[in-house]
Every structure is written in C-alpha cells, then in structure tokens.
C-alpha cells in the first residue's frame, strides 16, 4: 500500500548505522533458557567480528496459550550480568509498557519493538510514554502484515515522545503464501520505507524470516545486496535443545562462518539466486492455487446442476461408471508423471464424494 511522507528526524549519529559502512551485528539466543546459557553464548559471539549487541527474549508472545512464554524479569538480570561480564551492549524484544518499565529498570541498552505491539497504536501511545525522556535506542519491528501506515505510526508516536535515535526491522510478514520462508521478506515493501525515509536505518532478521538454517545465507545476502544497515540472528550454544525456534539458531561457530561470508560477499554455489527462484516460484504457486480454487467453485457449480437434472434411476448408475472409469484414468496418469499419488487420490475422492452428496451417486471411494 502507498504510505504518506511525513518528516521523521533520525538522530545523526544513530546507535543503528556504523559510520564506516560495516554492518550492525545483532546476535543471541531466541529466548533466554538460564543464567549459563546466557553467558557462555554470549561469550562466544563476543569472539564474533562485528558482533556489538547481544539479544535475547525475554517475553515470548504465543498464540497458544500452553506454549514457553519467556522466562520473564529474571532474564532481564541475566542480560546485565552479560554486559558486566562481556561489554556486550543488551538488547531486548518488547510489547506492551510493563515490559518497557522493566528493560528500563534494568539497564537494558536498546529495545526492539514486537510486530505484534507496531500492529497496535494503543500499545504504541503507551511505550512511547514510558520511553519519554529517556533517549533509549528503539528498533521498530514491521507489523505482523504489510501496513506502511502502521510502521510510520509506531515511529512517529517515538518522535512524539522525544526519541530519535531509532531504526526499524524487517523480520518478514504473515501473508497468504509464505513458502519458502517462516515470514515473507517484502523485499518491495521495505524499500518502499527506505525511499520515504533514506535516513532511516533499516536492518534486517534474517532468522525470523528464514525460519531455518539453510535459507539465513541467501536471505543475509539478498538483505545486504539491498542496503540494509544491519542483521540480526540467532544463536544458541545448543540449537536442538533450545525451547524456542530451535531450526533457526546457529551454533557461534556456525554464525561467524555466515558473517564472514556475508561480510566478504561470498556467493557460494547457487544460493545468490536461490532467494529470487523461490521467490519466483511461490509467486506461480500462489497464481496456480488461485487457479484451483476458480476451477473447484465451478465444478461444484456444475456438479449442483447436474443434482437437478436426474433422470430417475438411470443417470446415477450411468454417472457412476463414467466417474469410475475417469478415476481409473486419472491415477494412471499420476503414476506416469511422477506426481505424488496419495495426494491426487484423497482430492479424486473428496471430488467423489461432493459428487455423492450433490447427486446421489454411489461409486465406491478409490483407496
């Protein structure tokens, strides 16, 4: 959507924007498990050129209610044992102005926003005047869905409340198709934001977008090749241990090879296009699903015509062997062209039985 130019004054010497043009590295675990989980990664990824900030979750927003919710406040004390320790700066997710109260309470030294909170001008007004007067760092998190308006809103409600030092994220958007990734890149909505708002510094969750080890390189590079000014991952000494996002999180080890390749612009075999081609695709997937569904709306059409215009009891028993017969081809068809079988058959059945329903046939399912 088009979003109205309004003035943002990001302050000249941002916390978000390395004056030598090197990335904002932004790195730890998803969630904060334990005091020696926090420090021994954080130890690691201080080893980490480039790394700067070190993150955690604190409060998890969950959809269900049964789900890990952070381990609260506690890990806020976690965090500042992390920056006496290490000389890491500490960074933490916030969405609501009790979590804002307690990063303050502890010292934490920037807060990134929750795209849940960016979605709601209510929880806006009520962090940004926590945040008043206190020239706190702030990274906008993009809403949950594609909204330039709400994004604009959430850093003009900072400006209002004093703030200029802050930047904003793209971690991705929940959109109708989101394969390959956990949360679709809009590349074209973030560089809508950049054209707006050229000072504004942008950076970019590569893990929160990916959702899995394997696409964090194409989406860091695609990121940077875009003029982004920062990345944030996430790292856990024990990613299959982990009580949140276990799939994205990388060992240090395995991070500091990712920020060397991204750093250096390696472009390893075939991932610089990987991110284009799946984009590509789930594009022509997304056209081809649109296509089934106007096919299926007009078969179920016909098929109720049909209903209306039996004959007594000849049609169905004539429909029945045609529809039998069709079957019988179909699947043979499957087997030749290597399509997935069970997946053909359970819609040929599903389409057999809405033929049940509509018209009183009684063909027997095909599996």
């Known amino acids: 959507m088009k979003a109205s130019r309004t003035t943002i004054n990001v302050a000249p010497q941002s916390s978000f924007r390395n004056p030598d043009g090197s990335l904002v590295l932004i790195a730890g675990p998803c969630s904060a498990e334990s005091e020696e989980q926090m420090l021994k990664t954080a130890q690691q990824l201080k080893a980490i050129k480039g790394i700067s900030v070190f993150r955690a979750g604190i409060w998890k927003s969950r959809t269900r209610p ?41 010292n934490i030294d920037l807060l990134t926003i929750s795209g849940r909170a960016t979605v709601n001008p209510f929880a806006m007004e009520e962090i940004a005047a926590v945040l008043k007067g206190t020239h706190m760092p702030v990274l906008v998190n993009n809403p949950v869905y594609p909204n330039l308006e709400l994004w604009i809103g959430a850093l003009e409600r900072l400006q209002q409340a004093g ?57 860091s590079q695609k990121a940077v090749d875009l003029g982004i000014d920062g990345l944030l991952f996430e790292s856990h000494t024990n990613p299959p241990a982990a009580l949140s996002s276990p799939q994205q999180q990388l060992l240090p080890q395995e991070l500091d090879l990712l920020v ?13 296009e990987l991110v284009e081609q799946l984009d590509e695709l789930s594009q022509q997937i997304e056209s081809l699903d649109d296509e089934l569904m106007e096919l299926l709306l007009r078969r179920t059409a016909m098929s109720k015509k049909m209903s209306q215009r039996q004959v007594g009891d000849l049609q169905p028993s004539l429909q029945a062997q045609r529809w039998q017969k069709q079957l019988h081809e179909w699947l043979q068809r499957t087997t030749s062209n290597g399509a997935d079988k069970s997946l053909v058959a359970a819609v040929l059945n599903e389409l057999q039985q809405q033929n049940t329903r509509n018209t009183g046939l009684g063909a027997s399912a095909i599996i």
């Open 66 to 106: 049964d789900s890990f919710k952070g381990v609260g406040t506690v890990g806020l004390q976690w965090l500042d044992m992390v920056k006496k320790e290490t000389g890491l700066r500490t960074a933490c997710e916030i969405a609501n102005a009790q979590h804002a109260e307690a990063a303050l309470k502890h």
């Open 260 to 272: 060397n390749a991204v750093a250096s612009k390696v472009k390893l075999t075939g991932t610089t």
């Open 163 to 219: 703030l200029s030092d802050f930047g904003v994220i793209n971690r991705g958007f929940s959109t109708d198709e989101q394969y390959p990734y956990r949360n679709h890149p809009r590349w074209d909505h973030m560089l809508q934001l950049k054209d707006l708002y050229p000072e504004l510094p942008v950076l970019c969750d590569a893990a929160h977008i990916a959702g899995r080890r394997s696409l964090l390189y194409p989406v």
